[in-house]
């Protein structure tokens, strides 16, 4: 099958390898001319047969609707436009309503697999109609793993990064345990060795996951995680999440608390805590800590 591929990134870069890898034939473009294999859209659009297959694989917001506006002017009646992206759930539908008018289809795809994906497959997490899903299932059948890895979520637009989305938050949470369940361990004395007690961890026991095998190698290879600094991003995904429940009335109380966790990892000292601080020094007299003195120590009160 030949299908064109727009953003050949890290996750991108690595689909077009393994779709060649499966005998595909793949006309990538990217705005990098050192990774594209034609100079503009319009010419990966001309390469293709019809009908034309499209996947999107770029950064979710302004830059996916763009691209989408672009093929619609490029792309013909019966061809396929497959948004790969993390796009939010609710702008698939207005994709598949704007591309429809000219009879172009439409499947949203939520996409896993990170850079790990060319060697395992990736799970595809897919919405739109049948027939849409029917022609590019070949391709689907290339990037996912061996065994499982596919889903065709809903025949409404939205379904497939609807799940991929419950499923980041899924793993906010995972990730947000494991980490938790390292700290303690590293704090207390009577542990010698934390990097050995996850990797005993990972047969057998009830928690074991990939997840679990990629912290494991982390602080095999940097016992304390002294090269990291305790920061970390979110996507989007853990807050459309959490938004979806408020929405539908779904209690999420762990997913919740994980996005909430990431946030307080980018505040230096934590103006909540000072407000807390404060209260105790108020009803208790509980000691306080006043700011250290530049190049000093912190000042118990």
């Known amino acids: 099958m030949e299908i064109g591929l727009v953003g050949l990134g890290k996750m991108g870069g690595n689909m077009r390898t393994r779709l060649r890898n499966a005998g595909h034939t793949v006309v990538g473009f990217d705005r990098n001319p050192d990774v594209s294999d034609v100079d503009t859209l319009a010419a990966m659009v001309d390469a293709l047969p019809s009908p034309a297959v499209v996947w999107v694989m770029v950064p979710a917001g302004d830059p996916t609707h763009a691209t989408i506006t672009e093929l619609k002017e490029l792309l013909s009646e019966g061809d396929l436009v497959i948004d790969g992206g993390n796009s939010k759930y609710t702008d698939d539908a207005a994709h598949a309503e704007d591309l429809a008018t000219d009879g172009?289809?439409?499947?949203?795809?939520?996409?896993?697999?990170?850079?790990?994906?060319?060697?395992?497959?990736?799970?595809?997490?897919?919405?739109?109609?049948?027939?849409?899903?029917?022609?590019?299932?070949?391709?689907?059948?290339?990037?996912?793993?061996?065994?499982?890895?596919?889903?065709?979520?809903?025949?409404?637009?939205?379904?497939?990064?609807?799940?991929?989305m419950v499923h980041n938050g899924i793993e906010y949470a995972m990730m947000q345990?494991?980490?938790?369940?390292?700290?303690?361990?590293?704090?207390?004395?009577?542990?010698?060795?934390?990097?050995?007690?996850?990797?005993?961890?990972?047969?057998?026991?009830?928690?074991?996951?990939?997840?679990?095998?990629?912290?494991?190698?982390?602080?095999?290879?940097?016992?304390?995680?002294?090269?990291?600094?305790?920061?970390?991003?979110?996507?989007?995904?853990?807050?459309?999440?959490?938004?979806?429940?408020?929405?539908?009335?779904?209690?999420?109380?762990?997913?919740?608390?994980?996005?909430?966790?990431?946030?307080?990892?980018?505040?230096?000292?934590?103006?909540?805590?000072?407000?807390?601080?404060?209260m105790r020094n108020q009803f208790g007299g509980h000691a306080v800590h006043t700011p250290p003195p530049p190049g000093g120590e912190e000042n118990p009160g």
Not at 104 to 126: E, K, T
Not at 130 to 136: F, K, R
Not at 233 to 241: M, Q
Request: aromatic share 10%; hydrophobic share 45%.
């Open 104 to 164: 172009i289809g439409f499947v949203d795809c939520g996409v896993s697999g990170g850079v790990w994906g060319l060697q395992n497959g990736y799970a595809l997490m897919c919405g739109g109609a049948d027939e849409h899903i029917a022609l590019a299932q070949p391709i689907f059948d290339a990037l996912k793993p061996d065994e499982g890895g596919f889903v065709h979520a809903g025949k409404a637009p939205g379904a497939g990064h609807f799940a991929k």
């Open 177 to 278: 345990s494991y980490a938790e369940g390292w700290e303690l361990l590293e704090k207390v004395d009577i542990v010698d060795n934390v990097p050995d007690i996850f990797d005993s961890w990972r047969s057998g026991t009830v928690i074991r996951s990939w997840l679990l095998d990629l912290l494991t190698e982390a602080v095999q290879a940097d016992e304390h995680l002294d090269q990291l600094r305790g920061y970390a991003d979110d996507s989007g995904e853990g807050r459309w999440t959490v938004e979806a429940a408020i929405e539908n009335a779904v209690p999420m109380h762990v997913i919740a608390a994980s996005l909430f966790a990431r946030f307080t990892s980018r505040q230096e000292d934590s103006p909540a805590m000072k407000a807390i601080a404060a």
